[in-house]
């Protein structure tokens, strides 16, 4: 009698550990709206550019204190995301970065077929991300990428045209893990029109919500996919040398920046203050799919999941 109640006791712990360890979470979505300013998102208290995520904001969870620690370009600011490292790397693709990222270490771990991580992104030169110059790494458990016009990994692409493509990669590979990439505000920025500025993070905001319903609607992955969505950078704060045209330093503009989450692990309606970086979206996703990624120095965003 004695052994059979312990037999019980140890069967009720295990599954309370394994409730506490597993996610309703299969797919993982990473959208980044690249070269937002906090005060043109959710630092508006209009939020005259950004009425679906203020709209969706309330399914999930929002920091408004979420910075970029490192170097505020594209390139640095999208390797910061997948590896948990803040680095200097080149911005114009040419280089590699340094550690190994989220897709590499979730095939390795996991057995997860290259064909169901994805990086879909307007800018050609994000190609780089999906490899690791660690020699253990490199051309190692890369995930599939289309990256700029045509998937060619040169130039851009429109973000409408993207948005196609990342349709079409959902409908056909389901992919547990990707990210996709939106470049026309930081595209819009260099060139000076503040027009086309706020209108690229209009149409970035509506694509986004598009991509939330095109996921609920899809009969695998509804209810179980996680979407994250944050910027790489800012811009410079206004006065600062040229506004918003430009970024790379760290004053406030070029660092503050947001994440949302939005999916069934995590809270509904939830404001987060406390500070929070690029380099822990990968912790938190490593946690989520449950796979170890020890060379993210990110910490897991708990106060996102309920
Ligand atoms: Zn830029
Ligand atoms: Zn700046």
Not at 9 to 29: A, D, N, P, R, Y
Not at 86 to 95: D, R
Not at 231 to 258: A, V
């Amino acid at each position: 009698m004695k052994k059979f109640i312990y037999l019980i006791l140890i069967l009720c712990s295990f599954v309370q550990l394994s409730g506490q360890t597993s996610f309703k979470t299969e797919h993982v979505i990473i959208v980044v709206m690249d070269g937002a300013r906090y005060q043109e998102t959710f630092g508006d208290s209009l939020r005259r550019y950004i009425p679906y995520l203020n709209r969706l904001k309330h399914q999930g969870v929002l920091y408004t204190n979420f910075q970029n620690n490192g170097p505020t370009f594209t390139n640095a600011g999208h390797a910061s995301i997948l590896t948990g490292n803040y680095q200097c790397i080149k911005n114009n693709g040419s280089q590699l970065p340094k550690k190994p990222n989220l897709f590499q270490y979730y095939q390795r771990e996991k057995g997860i077929d290259k064909t169901k991580t994805w990086i879909v992104s307007s800018k050609g030169k994000l190609e780089m991300l999906a490899n690791a110059k660690d020699r253990k790494w490199w051309n190692r458990y890369m995930p599939m990428t289309y990256c700029g016009v045509k998937g060619q990994s040169v130039v851009y692409e429109g973000d409408n045209q993207n948005y196609e493509k990342v349709k079409e990669v959902i409908s056909a590979f389901h992919p547990r893990l990707m990210l996709v990439n939106f470049l026309e505000a930081d595209a819009r920025g260099h060139n000076g029109n503040w027009e086309g500025y706020v209108g690229g993070i209009k149409n970035i905001d509506f694509l986004i919500n598009e991509l939330w319903n095109y996921v609920q609607n899809d009969p695998v992955m509804k209810d179980k996919t996680t979407v994250i969505i944050t910027n790489d950078h800012g811009r410079h704060n206004d006065g600062r040398r040229s506004g918003f045209k430009e970024h790379g330093d760290h004053c406030s503009g070029c660092k503050h920046i947001f994440l949302m989450g939005l999916g069934p692990d995590f809270k509904s309606g939830e404001i987060v203050e406390k500070e929070a970086g690029l380099i822990d979206i990968s912790a938190t996703i490593a946690h989520l799919l449950e796979f170890q990624m020890p060379t993210s120095k990110g910490r897991v965003l708990t106060e996102m999941f309920k």
